[in-house]
T-cell receptor
């Protein structure tokens, strides 16, 4: 398996624009997580899905953020409208869903909002 | 809620010296604990995990960690640091039910020649 695949790797956008980040989890994994990493706040869990259903979105910072998982092999994280403070590295991770199994991370998307 | 605390945002060692990265957890139930490593511009990679099978856990690249319930600790060690070990290290605890990983703030390991 190619691992968790995220696209794009880098995104530069202007404030106010819509940004969509994409993630393809490892085949067979049924849990998917979106994390945000910044120098100030470290790694924050934004939302996670189990069997394509959002389980906990309490980490989503504002209504400007939304995430979907239309099927087991694809998820998106959308920011609309984007703001400079959204600049961060966004990671997607997937697991088999059991608490004793590790999460596999993608390479991340580095988002810069100017 | 479960949480982990990593002591020291930066740790500096010389090549060949012992590496010790500290992690303490808070959990009302027996936890699952993980150490991840992040190299620059990359995602996180699992080093090792504790799932109650053995208190001393060996991972990749010569790292190991010992689960100590009495101290609520899961410190990461390596007998002899290598330049390639320079990276950021994260301790994490797994929540109950669905695997919701809660990460510590990370420790950056610096290795000097």
């Amino acid at each position: 398996d190619a691992g968790v695949i995220q696209s794009p790797r880098h995104e530069v956008t202007e404030m106010g624009q819509e940004v969509t980040l994409r993630c393809k989890p490892i085949s067979g994994h049924n849990s998917l997580f979106w994390y945000r990493q910044t120098m100030m706040r470290g790694l924050e869990l934004l939302i996670y899905f189990n069997n394509n259903v959002p389980i906990d979105d309490s980490g989503m910072p504002e209504d400007r953020f939304s995430a979907k998982m239309p099927n087991a092999s694809f998820s998106t994280l959308k920011i609309q409208p984007s703001e400079p403070r959204d600049s961060a590295v966004y990671f997607c991770a997937s697991t088999s869903g059991r608490s004793d199994t590790e999460a596999f991370f993608g390479q991340g998307t580095r988002l810069t909002v100017v | 809620a479960q949480s982990v605390t990593q002591l020291g945002s930066h740790v500096s060692v010389s090549e060949g010296a012992l590496v010790l990265l500290r992690c303490n957890y808070s959990s009302s139930v027996p936890p699952y604990l993980f150490w991840y490593v992040q190299y620059p511009n990359q995602g996180l990679q699992l080093l090792l995990k504790y799932t109650s099978a053995a208190t001393l856990v060996k991972g990749i690249n010569g790292f190991e960690a010992e689960f100590k319930k009495s101290e609520t600790s899961f410190h990461l060690t390596k007998p002899s640091a290598h330049m390639s070990d320079a990276a950021e290290y994260f301790c994490a605890v797994s929540d109950t039910g669905f695997q919701k990983l809660v990460f510590g703030t990370g420790t950056r390991l610096l290795v000097s020649p």
